[in-house]
């Protein structure tokens, strides 16, 4: 007769444990939705990046929160591994930019689809609009000296009735607390807060961020392509710190909004700003927004060096040497961005570009290649496409995500304190921990 597994949580970890349990277990999943993967049915703007057909090694690199925690998920079930399930589930996938994995529907309810069909393939029960209230549990007797267990799970208490479900394993994949309309309000570590088990807040995490620049909603709506991006903390906003400390830097694609700035390159280094201002040193009080200070500068031409830029600026010079400077640049910057750099390069915006000095053309090369920013906050859960923090990795065992304290008590998805950039990460990280917590 196969043991008892029950999984709190109808998302992609919690979908995925519960499927490659069935083998080995007879498994009910809780889900306090009226159906499964609410927020897969939104990742990818309801395309759906089912993962990133990258190596292992450049998963492991993509990773912002304990990447050497998830080594030996990634190797047992890595991204072909994947990929050849949802094949085997009848979904065709299409590799993107980025190594990025669709489905070639392009529809996010496709995969939610496949996985749906496999529950029912495999007899897997869903219990629909309904909320653990709290998990049965009692201290743990050890029978062998080197089991450090404090408890031991039984089952679960659920809400309406308080009707109570035995089990011989419980998986907790519940979800941070990103997109909390999905049902990602931080219930797991409401759970297992008793227990004694180390957790650190939950914090937005891949989401846009604010500046204090008013120039930025003068651009608003501006897509920015092949461009540098870096990101320091100044000692003299973070005591703390020895030195000043990038905490980003990187190349790719960004978005001006209303309020500050988006897009690939700000939401990766949302992570690692959301990582910095939370970490011990920098630690906020719980649920407070904090105090974010950091200077961000753009190099809107990376490709050329200051001297090869200025050439390149001498060329448009040539041809445009009767015009006004602030119709100089029309060849090399998009024209809703042309206002902001003649202000920034303090050149008057009508003097001929025949009398322009060489000082001045220095410091349009400057500002081109050193247009700066002053972040000074990030948007909330509601903007977030993941959270971090959650469940601390040293309280968890890799091989099947059992809570070390807590006997037969798993632990799956967002949950937990591990997070990664965009690109079908964050999906790997949910399939893989997902297939180890079904050992």
């Keep these: 007769m196969k043991k008892k597994m029950i999984v709190i949580g109808a998302g992609a970890a919690g979908m995925m444990t519960a499927i490659q349990a069935s083998d080995r277990y007879d498994v009910t999943i809780i889900e306090k939705n009226e159906k499964p993967g609410r927020k897969l049915y939104i990742t990818g703007k309801g395309r759906c990046n089912v993962t990133n057909a990258s190596d292992e090694e450049t998963f492991l690199k993509n990773v912002v929160s304990n990447p050497r925690f998830l080594y030996s998920a990634i190797y047992s ?8 399930d949802f094949n085997k589930w009848g979904i065709d996938l299409k590799l993107e930019r980025g190594n990025r994995v669709f489905p070639v529907s392009d529809r996010s309810s496709d ?51 308080g009707r109570l479900l035995a089990a011989d394993v419980i998986v907790l994949a519940t979800g941070g607390l990103s997109y909390p309309s999905t049902g990602s309000t931080g219930d797991g570590l409401k759970l297992i807060r008793k227990m004694g088990i180390e957790t650190s807040e939950p914090r937005p995490a ?60 700000c939401l990766s280094a949302s992570s690692y700003i959301s990582s910095f201002v939370y ?18 500068e753009i ?58 000095t060489v000082e001045e053309r220095k410091r349009l090369i400057r500002t081109l290649k050193h247009f700066k920013l002053s972040i000074n906050g990030m948007r909330g859960f509601d903007e977030a496409i993941i959270s971090g923090g959650g469940i601390s990795v040293k309280e968890i065992n890799p091989q099947n995500m059992e809570l070390k304290k807590v006997k037969n008590l798993r632990v799956a998805g967002e949950i937990i304190d591990c997070d990664a950039l965009t690109g079908g990460f964050n999906l790997q990280i949910a399939w893989c921990i997902g297939y180890m917590a079904a050992d």
């Design 77 to 84: 079930y890595n991204q072909e591994a994947v990929m050849k």
């Design 111 to 161: 995969i939610i689809k496949a996985l749906q069909n496999q529950l029912a393939k495999r007899k897997i029960k869903v219990i629909y609009n309904t909320s653990v209230r709290k998990l049965i549990y009692e201290p743990y007797v050890s029978e062998n000296l080197k089991d450090k267990y404090m408890y031991q799970v039984k089952g679960v208490e659920l809400s309406g009735e």
């Design 206 to 265: 891949l989401v846009p961020l604010e500046t204090v620049d008013r120039c930025v909603a003068d651009m608003m709506g501006l897509s920015l392509k092949n461009v540098s991006v870096k990101i320091t903390a100044k000692k003299e906003n973070y005591p703390a710190l020895k030195k000043d400390k990038v905490i980003f830097e990187d190349f790719g694609e960004m978005l001006f909004t209303h309020f500050g700035v988006s897009g690939p390159l």
């Design 279 to 296: 970490d011990k040193k920098n630690r906020v009080i719980p649920n407070i927004k904090p105090t974010i200070k950091l200077d961000m």
């Design 299 to 356: 190099d809107l031409k990376p490709a050329l060096t200051e001297e090869e830029l200025d050439k390149r600026v001498l060329r448009d010079f040539e041809e445009f040497h009767n015009k006004d400077f602030q119709n100089s640049l029309s060849k090399l910057l998009p024209r809703i961005m042309i206002p902001v750099v003649v202000e920034r390069s303090y050149i008057k915006p009508d003097k001929k570009v025949n009398e322009i």
